[in-house]
């Protein structure tokens, strides 16, 4: 099955710096990449995926990368606000069974403003 | 409004007690999942039905039994837990298997 690795597990920066999450996966088969936004007490909310015939997609301060070839993607938000401050995860659709995402274990981020 | 509505919010139950988590999704998808979330650990995922039919089982104890009357509605029914299951239990339903999950604001469940 897959395996899903997230870094860092906690990340503090300054309002209006960037934030960057590294995910890396074991399956090469893998070809559905989403992030999850998770706010405290509430529940997971998309914010942005990509498929692997894709290199990068980008949503307004919100970009996500993707290297195939070293299994890893990225989490890219610019001119970071307090309201960006959550748990992020990452996931990986298997390639055996379009239904099982596998996440990662979450990147707790804090903005301080 | 999620879209995905799941009840009740907070569940607290013996290790001797029998009980259900009830998931109901408003959005016309075909899968509904359930979803273990433990602290410090990824989001596991237990069971998936597409168009009420089980198609993913994901290894979990006996003593979480799902069931999905229809593509609406999906429940876990829960029997003699023990206190690691303590959780937070979410729902989540896609279109179908190739596109994004929705969740719901899940159950927070606690086993005395």
């Known amino acids: 099955g897959e395996n899903v690795e997230q870094h860092p597990s906690t990340l503090s920066v300054q309002e209006g710096d960037s934030a960057v999450i590294k995910c890396t996966y074991s399956d090469s088969a893998s070809n559905y990449f989403p992030w999850y936004k998770q706010e405290l007490g509430k529940r997971p909310q998309l914010i942005i995926d990509i498929r692997s015939n894709v290199g990068e997609k980008k949503d307004q301060r919100i970009a996500v990368t993707l290297n195939k070839t070293a299994k890893h993607f990225s989490l890219h938000i610019t001119e970071t606000q307090p309201e960006d401050s959550a748990v992020y995860f990452c996931?990986?659709?298997?390639?055996?069974?379009?239904?099982?995402?596998?996440f990662g274990k979450g990147t707790l981020l804090t903005v301080n403003p | 409004e999620t879209g995905v509505t799941q009840t009740p919010r907070h569940l607290v139950m013996g290790m001797t007690n029998k009980k259900s988590l009830k998931c109901e999704q408003h959005?016309?998808?075909?899968?509904m999942y359930w979803y273990k979330q433990s602290a410090k650990k990824p989001l596991e995922l237990m069971f998936v039905?597409?168009?009420?039919?089980?198609?993913e089982n994901n290894s979990v104890p006996s003593r979480f039994s799902p069931e999905c009357p229809n593509s609406s509605h999906l429940f876990l029914h829960l029997h003699t837990l023990q206190p690691e299951d303590s959780a937070l239990y979410l729902c989540?339903?896609?279109?179908?298997?190739?596109?994004?999950?929705?969740f719901g604001n899940g159950t927070r469940l606690t086993v005395t």
């Open positions: 996931a990986a659709r298997w390639g055996g069974s379009n239904y099982k995402l596998t």
């Open positions: 989540a339903s896609s279109q179908d298997g190739d596109s994004p999950l929705h």
């Open positions: 959005l016309g998808h075909n899968a």
């Open positions: 039905y597409s168009l009420e039919e089980r198609v």
